[in-house]
């Protein structure tokens, strides 16, 4: 694997932590601390849906990038 899709690896653990995060493991400290700020302007629900597509947009830019298709 060359740097760029080791990269690629690590955009996709970045998406899965936010998708897995704020589906089932709202409670995790490190992603409390992360959300807290949104769910302040925005409320809960919405903060946490938000979360959930920046985690698939995340997932999908990082299997694009182990591709090489940017």
Known sequence: MTSEQWIGVL???IGVYFIVCSIWFRDFVLYK?????AIDWY????????Y????????VGGIAKLAGAF
Do not use: S
């Open 11 to 13: 955009i996709m653990g």
């Open 52 to 59: 959930l597509v920046v985690g698939i947009v995340a997932f």
């Open 33 to 37: 601390l992360k959300v807290q700020r």
């Open 43 to 50: 409320g809960e629900d919405v903060a946490h849906v938000g």
